[in-house]
């Protein structure tokens, strides 16, 4: 069964400082991946996605996230936090064999301090 | 064109009280899903629709929940006799399917709360 692991329900940068938030999951076959954005008071929208080819994947306002199989990990980065990045970011996982079963992570509320 | 809608936005209702949460996905958008986030928790898959197969209903947490569409339109979520725990935010979303990794577009949720 396809599980999806967000480390850390909380996270603090300072503004300009990097943004890490990370993802594992865990599936039996390659699986496509997603991180979406939810900023308070709006609802989710897509941030970026993984599917087939190139590894790491680059999606809006300045956020990117590598997949690695051999870690099935896919954490998401941002080299300079801004204040408006504060928001609930999701990871999820969704199995390339036709579905469309959809698996969220718990979230990670992400906190940027002035 | 118009994103997803959802109605209503908020609902209060009393224990043991039956509701129907409406979900108008994106004009030609196959696939619609439902989705309920409680308080400080992460997205919990309930159902999902994707053109006229059935549906996946593997995520639905008891018989109390159950779920149509019409077409590729309107889905309902309906919830009968209604518990306390069922109090959280649904939430519809709706891509356009066939078989692609599609970005799901969600709607903005309908707050139940179950007194």
């Known amino acids: 069964a396809q599980s999806v692991t967000q480390l850390g329900s909380h996270v603090s940068v300072s503004e300009g400082a990097l943004v890490l938030l990370r993802c594992n999951y865990s599936?039996?076959?390659?699986?496509?991946l997603f991180w979406y954005v939810q900023y308070p008071n709006q609802g989710l929208q897509l941030l970026l996605k993984y599917t087939t080819g190139a590894t790491l994947v680059k999606g809006i306002n300045g956020f990117e996230a590598e997949f690695k199989k051999s870690e099935t990990s896919f954490h998401l980065t941002k080299p300079s936090a801004h204040m408006s990045d504060a928001a609930e970011y999701f990871c999820?996982?969704?199995?390339?064999?036709?579905?469309?079963?959809?698996?969220f992570g718990a979230g990670t509320r992400l906190f940027v301090k002035a | 064109g118009a994103g997803v809608s959802q109605s209503p936005s908020n609902k209060v209702t009393e224990k043991g009280k039956d509701v129907e949460l409406r979900c108008d996905p994106i004009?030609?958008?196959?696939?619609l899903y439902w989705y309920r986030q409680r308080l400080g928790q992460g997205l919990e898959f309930l159902i999902y629709f994707q053109g006229n197969s059935a549906p996946d209903k593997s995520g639905l947490p008891s018989d109390r929940f159950s779920a149509e569409r019409t077409g590729e339109s309107v889905s309902t979520l309906t919830i009968q006799r209604t518990q306390q725990e069922d109090s959280a935010v649904y939430l519809c979303?709706?891509?356009?399917?066939?078989?692609?990794?599609?970005?799901?577009?969600f709607g903005p949720g309908t707050r139940l709360t179950v007194l």
């Open positions: 999820a996982v969704r199995l390339n064999t036709g579905g469309f079963k959809t698996i």
């Open positions: 979303a709706s891509s356009p399917g066939g078989g692609r990794p599609d970005t799901q577009y």
């Open positions: 599936s039996s076959v390659p699986p496509y």
């Open positions: 004009s030609g958008h196959t696939a």
